[in-house]
Structures are given as C-alpha cells and as structure tokens.
C-alpha cells in the first residue's frame, strides 16, 4: 500500500513538471498569448546566454478568459552582463504589443539577491522583451514566473476645500488648529475606502481609517498638504490600492509688527512718544503704526517623472506637474504675468524636438520648435555610444515668456553665448559615465520662449 501511494505522488509530481510551459528567449519569438510559464534567456534553465545575441518576444495576457488582465512577471533570478547606468547586454521592457514604442525600463546586471516583479501598464496588457548582448561575457541570465492580474481602479481622493489657507503664528499658549475633510474621497463599486494617508507638509505624516482630521500648523512658513487614500482592493498592493494625491496649500504668516506706536496725553501739547507717563483719568491720544512682515520662503518643489526619448521615433511624450491648491478657486493667469518653465534634458539633436506648455485648460504655448542649427545638443554630455535607452547626463533649462531671456538660435554656424563645444570626455554624472558626443551643446542659461505666452491669459492656474 505505501509503494501504491508513492507511486502515486511521484506520477502526479511528473505530470505537473510535463505540463509547465517554458518560453525561452530566441527560441520562442512573436507574441504569445498566455497567463501561466516560465520565462528563461536563451541558455534555458541551467545554460548562459549567448555572445551578440538580439531577441525579442512579446507576452499578452489572454483576454477571453480573463478580461481586462494584464502581464505580470516575477523575476526570481536575474544576471547579465553591466551594471545600472552602464549596461553592456540589456533586457529592455515595452508595456506594449511590440517595441516601436519608448523603453519603459530596462534591466542588467546581477540582481539575484534582489528579486523583482513587472507589470504591464497599457490598455492592451501586453509586455514586449528585447535582450542584445555583446561577445565579450555571458551569464546566468534570469528566470521570471508570467501570470496575469486584473489590475486595481484606483479610488479619489477628494478635500471637501483645496483653497489655500492663511493663518497668522497664534499667540503663546494657543494653536492654528485645522479641520480637514475627506469624505468625499470615493472608490469603484465593490470597494471601500480603507484608508487616509495625511503628509502634513510639515514632516509629520499620519494613516487614519476616518476622513476627518485636524492638525496644527503653529510655526511661520508655507506647508503643503498632501492626501492620498487607498480601497480596499489588495489585487496591486497588500495595503490597498492607493489614488493619485490630491493637495493643499496653508500659509502660517509672521504677525505684524506695532513697533513705532505712540502716544501723547490729550491736550498737553507734549510731543508723542512710545512712552508716556499719565495719571489715573486721563485721556491718552495714540497713534498706531501696524507694519505688515514678509514671510519669504521657497514654495514646496513640484518634480515631474523622468521621460525617456528614444531615437528614431515619431511620438508625443507628456508629463505633467499638479498645482491643485496653490492657487484660490478659480484663480487665473493675469495678463503679463506668467511662469518660468524649468526643465533638464539630455537630446542629440535640436532638429527633431519641439517643446510645449500646455495649461490645465488646455491652452498651449510652444517653448522650442525645431532649431536645426548645427545639430545643436541637449545637456552636459550626450551619450557618444548612441545606444538608445542609455541616457547621457541633463542640464537645467529655463525658458520665459517676457523676453528677458536669451533666443533660440536660427541659421547656422557658431553662436557666442548660446552654444560650447567642450563637453569632458567622459560623462560625470551618476547616470552615465561613458564617452560624450563631440559637437554644440546650448549653454544652460534662461531662455526665451519661441512663442508668446499670451495664450495663457486668463487660464486657469490650478490643475496640471
């Protein structure tokens, strides 16, 4: 009987192995349509890669089974040639059908000890792999576990007020109490919200399971608050799916200051002073000097994600900044006076970029149109290898609608001011320290806008 029984557990092992399905790296290629598998590099389970290998596969989640899912893979090996920033053989990712599109991330070198998980971000739920490799070193390569999830609707997070909130610093022994209320952050049917996650602004942040709070804010100085909150769908996250952030500003301002205020006895004909002798009964005549104080104080930083721009590609990339709460309700851009766009970039090429600004409703200015002008470069040290998906090193920009800036060159030829040829020979950032392309780089300095930013007029100024 124990024999039978024996028997029985290894012929139900073996079949589970028979049944698993492996895809392996320039073996399978396309797309495959699949929830389940393991996913290997060319040398299989056990094998390293190849020398100048370039593969691509891409995996789709299969829909009619599971709708509105998407590819996951859980990378529990991963080793290849290079190190983040300098990678020699590269695995590439495309949350994408197929790899015409940007580079969404891209992944080398040993990275064992620290397993990963990706997920694909796109409508269609598909996840497209393109690996090159060099002929100098091979490895292990990586083996990564593919199954398909419905991903989770994010909930929003909604503050019954985003206006801006003024305050003075209370007196000693009082607080600027402040009552919050997010009860109208709502979630997708079936779910809840579960949770409020409060960064104050202050350096305190809080998690409550109710949408009212209070919190002090007794010291001059310009606080951001920012709100985001989570359902209860644990499907991407075990703490619960979490809305994009939602802001508001409070200012706590300086008192005024009263010092200059003087007095004088009524019909002395004394000369007032801030100190005056007066017996019980008399009438005093004062005169009030109030002097309002500036609090000065750099407004909490806003940053955009990175954006990756690939050679060769004909496509629009957006980011955007939030500025929901800065601004009272309904605010505008005032005629004259507009914004200062700052931004880094590293860019090869000055003919193939056109920047623009777009407003919260929609009215769009361009910053930078085509300026073909001796294939002028982008940054600090544009990356001489020309490998795409390897970025070089940024420089600061400034670019202004109000003239004081310096114009984007036109024509050709050398622009005293505007552009150097010296960049260093290799790149000193932490990003990138390969060779640097020879040739004109802009000088990083402000700018002037290649279109008025009048458009702006009267927009709205809180929003993305």
């Not at 005293?416 to 950032?429: F, L, R």
Request: proline share 6%.
């Amino acid at each position: 009987m124990k024999t039978k029984q024996l028997f029985l557990f290894v012929a139900l092992l073996v079949s589970s192995i028979t049944f698993s399905q492996t895809y392996t790296m320039g073996t399978d290629t396309g797309t495959i349509t699949t929830c389940s598998g393991t996913f290997y590099d060319s040398g299989g389970q056990n094998g390293l890669y190849s020398p100048n290998e370039d593969y691509t596969i891409t995996f789709c989640p299969d829909l009619a089974t599971n709708p509105g899912s998407v590819i996951r893979i859980d990378f529990t090996g991963f080793n290849i040639e290079g190190t983040a920033g300098a990678c020699t053989d590269v695995l590439q990712v495309w949350y994408a059908p197929d790899n015409t599109g940007p580079v969404n991330t891209e992944f080398c070198g040993d990275l064992t000890a620290a397993p990963f998980t990706i997920s694909s971000s796109s409508a269609d739920g598909c996840i497209t792999f393109q690996f090159t490799s060099n002929n100098t070193s091979q490895k292990i390569g990586w083996v990564g576990n593919i199954s398909c999830y419905v991903p989770c609707t994010p909930p929003v997070a909604n503050l019954a007020d985003i206006n801006a909130i003024d305050l003075c610093v209370p007196d000693t022994g009082n607080s600027n109490t402040v009552n919050f209320d997010a009860s109208g952050s709502t979630s997708v049917a079936g779910t809840t919200v579960t949770t409020y996650e409060w960064e104050w602004g202050d350096g305190l942040v809080e998690t409550s399971t109710v949408p009212n709070m209070s919190h002090n804010y007794d010291v001059q100085g310009i606080y951001q608050l920012n709100l985001v909150v989570r359902s209860s769908d644990t499907t991407d996250d075990p703490l619960g799916c979490q809305s994009p952030p939602v802001s508001q500003m409070i200012r706590v301002m300086p008192k005024a200051s009263f010092v200059g205020t003087s007095g004088v006895e009524t019909g002395s004909g004394n000369t007032p002073a801030t100190t005056i002798t007066i017996d019980c009964g008399d009438t005093v005549d004062l005169a009030g000097l109030v002097t309002s104080q500036t609090l000065t104080q750099s407004a909490p930083v806003l940053d955009s994600g990175i954006i990756d721009l690939p050679d060769d590609q004909v496509e629009i990339y957006e980011e955007s900044l939030n500025f929901s709460g800065y601004f009272p309700a309904g605010a505008t851009v005032t005629p004259g006076c507009y914004p200062t766009v700052n931004f880094e970039l590293e860019h090869s090429w000055s003919g193939d970029l056109k920047l623009e600004l777009r407003a919260p409703n929609g009215q769009t200015v361009i910053l930078f149109l085509d300026h073909v002008t001796d294939s002028i470069k982008f940054g600090t040290c544009v990356n001489g290898s020309n490998v795409d998906g390897e970025a070089g090193c940024v420089a600061g920009y400034s670019v202004v609608g109000d003239g004081t800036g310096v114009d984007w060159p036109n024509g050709s030829g050398a622009f005293a001011g505007i552009t150097q040829n010296t960049p260093p020979a290799n790149g000193t950032c932490p990003e990138y320290t390969g060779t640097c392309s020879t040739g004109n780089y802009f000088i990083p300095q402000t700018y002037n806008s290649d279109s008025p930013f009048a458009p702006f007029d009267g927009g709205q100024l809180n929003g993305n």
